[in-house]
């Protein structure tokens, strides 16, 4: 648990490095209700600091033009914090990410005090981040620019690489940037196709923001749009399988990314689209549910094949 007087100061950092922040923005970075978040504002106010309030619809708070605060300091569990943020950047593998990432680290670290520089140091030469590296990382400009349209809402004219190695151009409304299994990916509407598209960033080989405006869908949750789409692109292999469970019990045992599960008579309906089927078996045979595959026969035959094999292994 914070301490409300960490919350606080918390706040003031907040205002130093944003132009602006509605109550709502604040509150929910604070994990905090609105209110709660007023009356940060307030215990501030009354030490001094000149926080200006907008008020209406849109309104929020902001530090006077011109006041500035001393140098920034790092409690022990900021320093952490950052680290351990800079640490999982560089695992990420964005292509601007290694140089970048040690020279932040070697800023923080020169004006940290011994005793906490020592334990940081310790976290940096022990701590392994699993975390899936990009095999095909975009440059970190890309990852930034197409942010920042998404953050604005604004459109942005790109020259996108297709897996054949097309070369396209296309305007494209950026919803969100997510990623997910080792690449990144861009989620929004796309006009040349004339629908919801996701682009991975490492194929975007130039990106120019746009002075068009856009809003996006109410409610919209990319990393959703994300998985779903990538569950269901066709490739060789069309399967459907069914699983004798719950829904619940079945989302507890199958990963989103293998395919789309649907509630039916006698169970639950998985619907997943492969290039291996080997893969596909032993991935079925991981979630522990009796299943009935509907289709394609041959799955069926690699079930057997593989059950041979793990026999046999036994056996032997």
Not at 253 to 271: A, K, M, Q, Y
Request: proline fraction near 5%.
């Amino acid at each position: 648990m914070y301490h409300p007087t960490t919350r606080v100061l918390t706040v003031l950092e907040l205002l130093q490095s944003r132009e602006r922040l509605s109550g709502p923005e604040l509150a929910a970075r604070l994990e905090v209700n609105t209110r709660t978040a007023r009356r940060y504002i307030t215990m501030l106010q009354d030490m001094g600091i000149p926080i200006e309030s907008e008020r209406g619809r849109y309104g929020a708070y902001r530090l006077r033009p011109g006041f500035k605060l001393p140098p920034l300091m790092f409690s022990d569990e900021e320093a952490l914090a950052v680290t351990l943020g800079l640490l999982a950047a560089r695992r990420l593998g964005l292509a601007v990410a290694a140089p970048a990432v040690e020279g932040a680290l070697a800023k923080i670290e020169r004006v940290l005090p011994p005793a906490l520089r020592e334990r940081l140091q310790a976290v940096q030469a022990t701590l392994v981040l699993d975390l899936a590296r990009s095999d095909a990382s975009p440059s970190g400009a890309t990852v930034v620019e197409m942010s920042h349209a998404a953050q604005a809402g604004r459109r942005v004219h790109m020259r996108y690489r297709t897996e054949r190695g097309e070369e396209t151009e296309r305007h494209f409304d950026p919803y969100g940037i997510v990623f997910r299994q080792g690449r990144w990916y861009a989620v929004g509407y796309c006009h040349l196709r004339a629908a919801l598209r996701l682009f991975r960033l490492d194929r975007v080989s130039e990106l120019r923001l746009e002075d068009a405006r856009f809003e996006r869908p109410e409610g919209f949750d990319a990393a959703t749009f994300v998985v779903q789409s990538l569950a269901t692109m066709p490739n060789t292999w069309e399967v459907e399988v069914l699983l004798r469970a719950s829904l619940d019990e079945a989302r507890r045992r199958v990963s989103p990314i293998f395919g789309t599960l649907e509630e039916v008579d006698g169970g639950v309906l998985l619907r997943a689209f492969g290039d291996h089927l080997s893969w596909m078996a032993r991935e079925l045979v991981a979630t522990g549910l009796p299943l009935v595959v509907r289709r394609p026969p041959a799955l069926r035959e690699e079930l057997r094949r593989l059950a041979g094999a793990i026999l046999a292994m036994a056996d032997g």
